[in-house]
Each structure stands twice: as structure tokens, then as C-alpha cells.
């Protein structure tokens, strides 16, 4: 019955009419044909082992070995926060409205989560001490939020409210583990690399960025003419200038501009770099944002006797970012993408480690699984982003539609 | 009747845009405590300009202003205190659509009164059942008619408990069958004492509730008389033709 409604439904949809039947049998066979040719090249030429030799290399780059658990602990300490948050949101639905403990998208996202495990050390070819650690690290996950989901049906939302707090404490401690301090020992960011060095960048100048951009935004509207002018200038200076140049730039004269301290190395003065340009985006993101919310809205608040603060913070500003939240996420996966750009500086982040990998006399000639590898993790990361940010969109609507 | 301690005074008022275009020309009215003052006027009249005058979202050049006391001055404590003491229902509703309906009625009160969320709650729930849409409380503004939104927009400058209430054209968005509702409401205000200056053209409104109705033109004010007079016997040439244009 399901079979033969879904044989209906495909003959509808892509052979309608004769012209419709070669378009979709043309474009079938091309589709296949590729995939065809991409799947024996990646069971039967490729050669994975250049990647499975190089999977630390690849995640952490050159960062010492015996400070790793440090790496591990954080990620332990991810999936924790990751199961909490999880399990807490299911339990007190705002947005979304299903009050479902575990509707169907979370299902799935739970046997990709098993299957990934399942299979991605193994592929990869990790010692047994290191697959079991995944292991462990996903059981917790899930374990947490199955835990949280229970436990937060039983609580007051009052008390939940603090919960996000753990993410900005969790960089934090984040940053002390991969950096030292605190008793631990240094390792200076001349020794992140790969993906660490990736996340770290984007996460860095994401976070930065966006406060960045909305005081920019506010900048530009304000009726100071210094502030006014300072944001425009800085805005279109930095969105009329290439990434690459501004990162050569930022390597020479970094140094001098922002206070001691704040970007000791090349590593930091890149993170400043990209956080300035992303906020430059960010901030046209918000404008636009800021400029949709209507003129009647602020006097509203004003004639209720609000100050200006107090409406932008209430009434425009939640109403602006709303708006702004899309093209602000499209920035985003933009920066993350720029990361790529840290290489010709030199820095050792996901692109710059393929290249030395792919320089190696051993592993000549790998280039097409390195550069695949490489796609598929940007993908995902990119994905993810725009998951969460349309996730976000969701829960933020408040039903504009009449009901 | 109402007593004569004045709310509202306005003396000479001027004011420019940055056009250059002349839209308030030496305006007086006094408003008294408990007093309904109807402003009826054709487009570009100035009416709504001036009463945006009242609660400083219009700033003016000339001439003085006072509100229950307190002279409206470039200082921004007092410009506050007098937005606290009057309420403005606007012709779009501008209720926040990112909120509840509740959470538009306590947001000023908690934020400028301080006052404590529950105990505002609870006022808020007495104004909407007194507008008529307390089951709507949960809702957002979206999901209202339009007469609901207005009469959620009358409740949220009640929370503040204001002294007078300022209407800019509140029935002229709204879809004719939902009019009444909200007239209705403004009648009950008026009723108990309200101190209200209300712009619109809804002759049945002026004629039943207001004490005084206001004729302006050209950033003047023409005639200024009780609705008896004023519907009957106008004094002037333009309040003639004024209303030969809207009966």
C-alpha cells in the first residue's frame, strides 16, 4: 500500500508528461552515474590511509601528547553540557510547542549520533583505548540527556533559567584547558592545530563578533556624530577590503593597535582579525534588522515611559535580532569558511594541516581523499550551524500568524 | 462635571519640521481634570501633531506646555515623569508582537515603576477583564483582531495607572464592525472620570462623551466648542464645511 502510493507519487512528480520523463531519466542517469564513479573510486582506488594516519594531526595538530587529556576531558565536558541542554530544552518547550520528550528529529539525531560512533573511530582505524573513549564520551551524552529530560519535567522553569550560564563558564574552563594556566601547563597556541585550531578561531570570533556588530549597528543609528561616523567608517573600511589582506595587515600591525597583551602571537592577532571583519557583517545584518522593526514600536516604549536603553533592550532590540538572526548565522558559516584563509598566514589550522600532510613524501598524491575529508568536516560543521540557527528561528517566533 | 484644575495647558504652541513646514501656529487649549476634549480636523491639520506634543514625542519650538504640573522642558527627567502620567493609544496598536499580551501590559510597569511582576499580573488581569479579553491574555498580539489589539493597547497604557490618556485616531486602522468595541470601551473610561484627549472622526463618540470638541485647521485651532454647539451651530466658515465634508 505504502509502496505503490509512493510509486504513484514519484510517477506524478518526475514523469508527468513525456518532456518531464527524459528531463528525470537524463538527470537520473547523470546522478547515477557520478555517484556510481565517486563510490568505486572511495571503496576501491582511495587510499584512507593518509588519513588514518594522520587522525591526531588532523584534530589537535602538533599539540603535545601528554596534555591531550586535557583535550579529551573538554570534550567529555562538552557532551555533558551538550546532554543537559538538550534534555532541559525537550523538557520545558517555549517555541516549539510539541512538549514531546523525544519527537522524531531528536530520534534521528540519536541513531546518527550511535552510528557515528559506531563507525567513524573504526574507519578511521583508532587504537581500541581511543574508540572506547568515544564510546564512553557518547553514553554520556545521551545518558545526560535522557537524565535531564526527566529530571527538568519536575522542576520549576525558574530554576532552569541559569542553565545556559554553564556554556559561557564551559569556554571559559575551555580555554584554560587548551591554553594552560591555573597549574597547568602552557601550551602556546603556536601548537594548536587542525580541527581544534579551526573550531577554536570560528568560535572565538563568533562569540566576539556578534556584540561587536550590534554596538556597531547602534553606532550607525545613533545621533552622536563621532559614534555615528566612527561605525561607518570602521564598517566600510572593513567590508571594502579583502579577508586576506586585512590578515596580512592584522600580522604586522596588531601588535601596536590593540592594548598589551590582548594579541601576544599570530594565532590572536588572526582571531582579532577575523572578529573585527565578521563584526563589520554583523553589524549590516543587525542594521538591516534594526531598520525593519517600526518607528511606531520605539515611541510606544518611550510613551510607556521607558527610557532608551530600556526600549532597545525590551522592545527593538529583541524584535532586530529576530530578524537579523539568518543573515547573521549566513555570516557565520561564512567565518567559518574563512577560516581556511589562517593557512596562507601560516597557521596550522584543518587547511593548513592537509597541505603538510599532503607535502609528506609518504602520502604524495593523496590529494582527492585529503580534500574530501576536509569538505565533509567543513559540511558538517556548516550544517550544524544552520540547523541550530533555523532550530532558533523556531523556538523565537512568536506565532505571528494568526491562529 | 469636571472640575477646573487644569491636566493639560498649552500656550502658543509653534512648531517646524525639518522641512520647513509650518505644522502648529500659536495653539492654546487647556484641558481640565476629568475632562474629554475630542480634536477633530481634516489631514495635515496638525491635530495629531499636537498631541503628540503633550508626551514629547514631538519636540516643539515655541510657546509652553504643561502636564498635571509639570512643564514640559528639554529636561529628560521631566519629559519621563510626564510620559509616566499619560498613557498614548495609537492608530497602529504598536503593541510589542514579541510578547504576550500580558507580558505587554506589565513590561513598563515593571521596568519604570519597579513594581513586583506578580502584583502587576494581577492589575493586568483586572484591566484586561475590564476591556473584555482576559481569556486572550496568553496570546500574542498577532493572533488578536484588530479591535482586540486596540482595546490590549487601552489596557497597557492603563497599567501605568496615567492621569490622562491621549488617543491618536485609535478606531481609524480598525475594520468598521470592530469600531464599536473598542468605543466602547473608551466610553466606559470616560465615564469614570478619565482625563482624555482623543483625535478622531467618530461624530457619534464626540457627540455622546466629549466635553469639549476642538476643530483645527492648518495648524490652528478654528472653533472650540461643547458638541451641541459645535454639531449644530458651528460659529465659523471652516467648521462648516468641515463637517459638510464628513456627515
Known amino acids: 500500500m505504502a509502496a505503490n502510493s509512493l510509486l504513484a507519487s514519484l510517477r506524478r512528480e518526475l514523469f508527468a508528461s513525456r518532456g518531464d520523463a527524459l528531463l528525470s531519466a537524463g538527470l537520473l542517469a547523470l546522478i547515477a552515474a557520478a555517484a556510481i564513479g565517486l563510490l568505486r573510486w572511495a571503496f576501491g582506488q582511495a587510499q584512507w590511509v593518509v588519513i588514518q594516519a594522520n587522525t591526531t594531526l588532523f584534530a589537535v595538530g602538533r599539540y603535545p601528547l601528554d596534555q591531550q587529556w586535557r583535550l579529551w576531558l573538554l570534550v567529555a565536558l562538552l557532551a555533558l553540557a551538550t546532554g543537559l541542554s538538550w534534555g532541559l530544552l525537550r523538557a520545558n518547550p517555549r517555541g516549539d510547542r510539541s512538549g514531546v520528550l523525544w519527537p522524531a528529529n531528536d530520534r534521528i539525531a540519536v541513531a546518527v549520533l550511535a552510528f557515528l560512533t559506531a563507525w567513524a573511530p573504526a574507519a578511521l582505524r583508532l587504537a581500541l583505548p581511543l574508540q572506547l573513549r568515544w564510546w564512553g564520551i557518547t553514553a554520556l551524552l545521551l545518558a545526560l540527556r535522557w537524565a535531564a529530560g526527566r529530571w527538568g519535567r519536575r522542576h520549576p522553569p525558574q530554576l532552569l533559567r ?90 604586522n600591525i596588531l601588535g601596536f593597535l590593540l592594548p598589551g597583551g590582548l594579541a601576544p602571537d599570530r594565532v590572536w592577532r588572526a582571531a582579532w582579525v577575523l572578529t573585527f571583519f565578521c563584526g563589520a557583517y554583523v553589524a549590516e545584518a543587525v542594521r538591516a534588522g534594526l531598520a525593519s522593526v517600526p518607528g511606531g514600536q520605539q515611541e510606544a516604549a518611550r510613551s510607556l515611559g521607558l527610557s532608551v536603553p530600556q526600549s532597545l533592550q525590551h522592545v527593538v532590540l529583541p524584535q532586530a535580532l529576530r530578524i537579523a538572526l539568518p543573515a547573521t548565522v549566513g555570516q557565520f558559516i561564512s567565518l567559518l569558511q574563512d577560516t581556511t584563509l589562517l593557512s596562507l598566514i601560516g597557521l596550522l589550522e584543518l587547511l593548513g594541516t592537509a597541505r603538510t600532510v599532503m607535502a609528506n613524501p609518504d602520502f604524495l598524491g593523496k590529494n582527492a581523499e585529503v580534500y574530501l575529508t576536509l569538505a565533509v568536516l567543513f559540511w558538517c560543521c556548516c550544517a550544524a550551524l544552520g540547523l541550530g540557527s533555523r532550530a532558533l528561528e523556531r523556538r523565537l517566533d512568536p506565532s505571528h500568524s494568526p491562529a | ?45 496638525g491635530k495629531s501633531t499636537f498631541i503628540r506634543t503633550f508626551n514629547a514625542l514631538e519636540e516643539f519650538q515655541a510657546g509652553s506646555i504643561s502636564v498635571d504640573g509639570i512643564a514640559l522642558s528639554n529636561d529628560l527627567r521631566n519629559i519621563d515623569a510626564i510620559r509616566c502620567e499619560t498613557g498614548m493609544v495609537f492608530q497602529q496598536f504598536n503593541l510589542f508582537p514579541h510578547l504576550t ?26 484591566l484586561l477583564e475590564r476591556v473584555g479579553i482576559a481569556e486572550q491574555a496568553g496570546k500574542y498580539p498577532g493572533q488578536l483582531s484588530g479591535g482586540q489589539q486596540q482595546r490590549v493597547a487601552i489596557a497597557r497604557s492603563l497599567c501605568m495607572e496615567p492621569r490622562i490618556l491621549l488617543f491618536d485616531e485609535p478606531t481609524s486602522a480598525l475594520d468598521p464592525e470592530m469600531v464599536g468595541e473598542v468605543l466602547e470601551v473608551m466610553k466606559a473610561l470616560a465615564a469614570d472620570g478619565m482625563t482624555m484627549v482623543v483625535v478622531t472622526h467618530e461624530m457619534g463618540f464626540a457627540r455622546e462623551v466629549a466635553h469639549r470638541v476642538v476643530l483645527m485647521s492648518e495648524g490652528r485651532i478654528v472653533e472650540e466648542a461643547p458638541p451641541e454647539i459645535f454639531f449644530t451651530n458651528p460659529q465659523h466658515e471652516r467648521s462648516r464645511q468641515f463637517l459638510a465634508q464628513i456627515l
Not at chain 1, 555615528?228 to 595587515?249: D, M, N
Request: include cysteine; hydrophobic fraction near 50%; glycine fraction near 12%.
Open chain 1, 162 to 251: 541559569w542553565v545556559p550560564l554553564i556554556w559561557p563558564l564551559l569556554y571559559l574552563l575551555g580555554m584554560v584547558l587548551i591554553s594552560g594556566g591555573l597549574g597547568l601547563i602552557r601550551v602556546p597556541p603556536s601548537e594548536w592545530g587542525g580541527l581544534l585550531l579551526t573550531v577554536l578561531m570560528a568560535s572565538f570570533a563568533i562569540l566576539a563578533s556578534f556584540p561587536l556588530g550590534v554596538l556597531m549597528a547602534l553606532g550607525r543609528r545613533s545621533e552622536l556624530p563621532l559614534l555615528r561616523w566612527g561605525s561607518v567608517l570602521y564598517i566600510e573600511f572593513i567590508r571594502g577590503a579583502p579577508l586576506i589582506t586585512l590578515l596580512f595587515l592584522g600580522q
Open chain 2, 1 to 45: 462635571m469636571p472640575a477646573s484644575q487644569p491636566m493639560i495647558e498649552a500656550r502658543g504652541v509653534e512648531k517646524w519640521y525639518p522641512n520647513g513646514f509650518h505644522a502648529l501656529r500659536g495653539v492654546d487649549l487647556s484641558v481640565s481634570k476629568g475632562e474629554v476634549v475630542v480634536i477633530m480636523g481634516p489631514s495635515g491639520s
Open chain 2, 101 to 126: 499580551v500580558l507580558q505587554n501590559l506589565c513590561l513598563a510597569p515593571v521596568l519604570v515603576r519597579k513594581r513586583r511582576r506578580a502584583e502587576v499580573e494581577g492589575q493586568a488581569m483586572g
